[in-house]
């Protein structure tokens, strides 16, 4: 399992998202309050972040938890950003280590997180392969679950598919194969943010002109609204709609 972070809004120093709240990502490396499976995320960590009038991300993942990192510090003290996705890991047993297999994936503008696990990894590889396309299959950005889930929303992506429906069907298809599956799954492209509650918790928050979407609250202030499991939630800075996954 792992935990994950989404923010849009006005632009500010990603320490104030990551490392400065209470009980935010920084925090949730060595004592998540609401984790359901695991109980420390030290197996890597990531921020991708998008800069004004850039489309494309830019990334900084790291193979260690986060507090281990003190470079990684001082570029959150000074990079201010209005679009986000960030994690800390805890890897699924049988999934690639390293900075390659950290959170958040990412493809030209789409920024991608799972939260989960395929329980019983790789032996699921076969059974949802057979949608893929060979080459995609074949560059899989790290021998992982979640790498293997990215690759699946992604083809959807270039497909044509919207955030929430790239998302949606991904769990869908993913959980007929492996109904014990955990998924759940951030994605944004810097305007929007898509997530899903499948097995674990997520929940979210709106202030004015901005939204952050978590896996759990990252303080004790009021406004953190908890979808139910297998939902799938669509949020800008003007809104969040939440609806089942059927």
Known sequence: MCRHLAYLGEPLAIRRLVLDPP???????????????????????????????DPVPARYRRAGPIWADDSFADLARVVRTGALLAAVRSATDG????EAAAAPFA???????????????????????????PEELLSLAAGSDSALLWALALHRLHEGARLDT???????????????????LLLTDGTSI????????????????????A???????PGWVH????????????????????
């Open 23 to 53: 009980m935010g990502l920084y925090r949730q490396s060595w004592a998540p309050r609401l984790q359901q499976y695991g109980s420390v995320n030290v197996d890597g960590f990531g921020v991708g972040w998008y800069a004004e009038h």
């Open 95 to 98: 999934c690639a280590a390293g």
């Open 107 to 133: 493809a030209e503008r789409w920024l991608f997180s799972h939260n989960g696990a395929l329980p019983g990894w790789p032996h699921q590889l076969g059974k949802l392969a057979g949608t893929l396309p």
């Open 166 to 184: 790239a998302l949606a069907d991904t769990v869908r298809e993913t959980a007929g194969h492996c109904p014990e599956a955990r998924l759940n």
């Open 194 to 213: 898509a997530a899903t509650a499948w097995g674990d918790t997520l929940c979210y928050r709106t202030g004015p002109s901005s939204v952050v979407v």
């Open 215 to 221: 896996s759990e609250p990252y303080d004790d202030l």
């Open 227 to 246: 979808p139910p499991d297998r939902s799938l939630l669509l949020a800008t800075p003007d809104g969040v709609t939440v609806r089942s996954i059927n």
